[in-house]
């Protein structure tokens, strides 16, 4: 069975793949957007991390025809009272440009003191079925049949100054609770054995075995 993972992020879909390889996932084919006809991807406009993250899943599964799953994720930082949060990817005004969002994080926090750096990797990962996607009522609040959302944290410090050439985003500015490294410094097992994205991902490994199952 395949199961879309609606990003074009090819470091995305290495991490998806990794952690359901990781957790014994069978008779499931991992593909991104690249790998199947384009369709129309609307602008994120959501107020919140599942709200974006189901909108994704449930066009790429309506266009497709494919159980797509999506996340939405990004950097909370505490002296901003929780931002750039949603806009973590268009921060600087130029969406995915991780650098500009980066250096830009860092100059609007240079004069808070050590601290006061708190942040945390927040997730929000969803998985809609194309029955679920043409479901009356998608968008109400509650459970819905073939549509699921996990969430994940990840709590830590906000660095002064990148650190580590792995992972991608603010990964070199954040520093996980109990480590001196960079998140950027980790292998790619203790990442994703930690991550935000790495705790959403697995709790919907049992969603997506489900599936391939039946």
């Known amino acids: 069975m395949r199961i879309l993972l609606a990003t074009r992020n090819a470091k995305k879909l290495v991490e998806l793949r990794r952690i359901t390889e990781a957790a014994g996932l069978s008779g499931v084919e991992i593909v991104g957007l690249a790998d199947v006809p384009g369709f129309p991807e609307a602008p994120e406009v959501g107020a919140t991390f599942a709200a974006n993250a189901l909108a994704k899943a449930r066009d790429a599964a309506a266009a497709t025809g494919l159980p797509a799953v999506a996340d939405d994720s990004g950097i909370t930082v505490d002296a901003l009272n929780g931002m750039p949060g949603i806009f973590s990817a268009r921060w600087s005004g130029r969406h995915g440009d991780d650098e500009a969002n980066l250096q830009l994080l860092l100059g609007q926090t240079a004069d808070v003191p050590d601290e006061r750096r708190g942040a945390a990797f927040v997730c929000a990962a969803a998985l809609v079925t194309p029955d679920a996607a043409a479901a009356p009522g998608f968008d109400a609040e509650g459970e819905l049949p073939g549509r699921t959302v996990v969430h994940g944290t990840w709590r830590g410090t ?36 930690a991550s935000h994205r790495g705790i959403a991902l697995r709790a919907l490994v049992g969603h997506l075995q489900a599936l391939a199952g039946a």
Not at 159 to 181: K, M
């Open 158 to 193: 906000l660095l002064r100054a990148p650190r580590g050439g792995n992972g991608f985003g603010y990964d070199p500015i954040f520093a996980p609770e109990g480590d001196t490294r960079s998140s950027a410094e980790l292998s790619a097992a203790e990442k994703d054995a």
